[in-house]
């Protein structure tokens, strides 16, 4: 396996779907639901998104393609978007691009299934879980980085699952300031993987730049 790929990619999968910060949306849009009904929710919503990155994962590099763009050219327009994510989860603004906008989230208290939408999409697999999947599949190059890829999104996908399970539990004793540090390491970190994706697709755009 690679490792390096591995370490890479399981904190740009944490950053970008963080469960920790989808805890709080799940149990606004959840609220006055039994345990088993918001249980219920958890397990659709962890199926769905591992179907939903699976999808993008195995798909991602041939959609750019048929569209005619390079990974290269995807990575700058990808770390740009990402990095107006974590500069939002910085400043505690969020970005409604990833997880939606005020109505979208509020519109759909009053939908009895939120798993898929807005949950699964925008919040937890948004633009930035998109651009993230297909720059990191864009670097795997042979089995064991499509090993240390799966691992790093299967390890996330679990710690999602867990913490959406658990809920309930969670929230209760997880307080305001614990969950903006979190916010806050999460954004510097995507932040960071914004700038090497960058700094890597100009690189390869214009090697002049290079030196």
Same mark, same amino acid.
């Given at each position: 396996?690679?490792?390096?790929?591995?370490?890479?990619?399981?904190?740009?999968?944490?950053?970008i779907m963080?469960?920790?910060?989808?805890?709080?949306?799940?149990?606004?849009?959840?609220?006055?639901?039994?345990?088993?009904?918001?249980?219920?929710?958890?397990?659709?919503?962890?199926?769905?998104?591992?179907?939903?990155?699976?999808?993008?994962?195995?798909?991602?590099?041939?959609?750019?393609?048929?569209?005619?763009?390079?990974?290269?050219?995807?990575?700058?327009?990808?770390?740009?978007?990402?990095?107006?994510?974590?500069?939002?989860?910085?400043?505690?603004?969020?970005?409604?691009?990833?997880?939606?906008?005020?109505?979208?989230?509020?519109?759909?208290?009053?939908?009895?299934?939120?798993?898929?939408?807005?949950?699964?999409?925008?919040?937890?697999?948004?633009?930035?879980?998109?651009?993230?999947?297909?720059?990191?599949?864009?670097?795997?190059?042979?089995?064991?980085?499509?090993?240390?890829?799966? *691992? #790093?999104? =299967?390890?996330?996908? /679990? +710690?999602?699952a867990v913490?959406?399970?658990?809920? $309930?539990?969670? %929230?209760?004793?997880?307080?305001?300031?614990?969950?903006?540090?979190?916010?806050?390491?999460?954004?510097?970190?995507? *932040? #960071?993987? =914004?700038?090497?994706? /960058? +700094?890597?697709?100009?690189?390869?755009?214009?090697? $002049?730049?290079? %030196?």
């Open positions: 396996m690679d490792t390096a790929l591995f370490i890479k990619a399981l904190g740009g999968f944490f950053a963080n469960p920790f910060l989808a805890l709080p949306l799940f149990l606004s849009l959840t609220e006055g639901e039994t345990q088993s009904e918001q249980r219920a929710q958890a397990a659709k919503i962890a199926v769905f998104t591992t179907i939903f990155c699976a999808v993008i994962l195995l798909t991602g590099q041939s959609v750019l393609s048929l569209f005619g763009i390079s990974v290269d050219d995807f990575r700058v327009a990808g770390g740009i978007v990402l990095m107006i994510i974590a500069l939002g989860m910085l400043n505690g603004s969020g970005n409604s691009s990833h997880s939606g906008t005020a109505a979208e989230q509020s519109s759909q208290k009053k939908v009895q299934d939120v798993s898929f939408y807005p949950m699964t999409f925008p919040i937890i697999a948004g633009p930035g879980t998109i651009t993230t999947l297909i720059i990191f599949a864009g670097q795997a190059k042979d089995m064991s980085g499509w090993i240390a890829l799966v *691992a #790093a999104l =299967a390890l996330v996908l /679990i +710690a999602l913490v959406l399970w658990f809920a $309930g539990d969670i %929230g209760h004793h997880m307080s305001m300031t614990l969950r903006t540090i979190v916010t806050r390491l999460m954004g510097m970190i995507l *932040a #960071a993987i =914004a700038v090497s994706m /960058i +700094a890597e697709g100009l690189t390869k755009l214009l090697p $002049g730049l290079a %030196g």
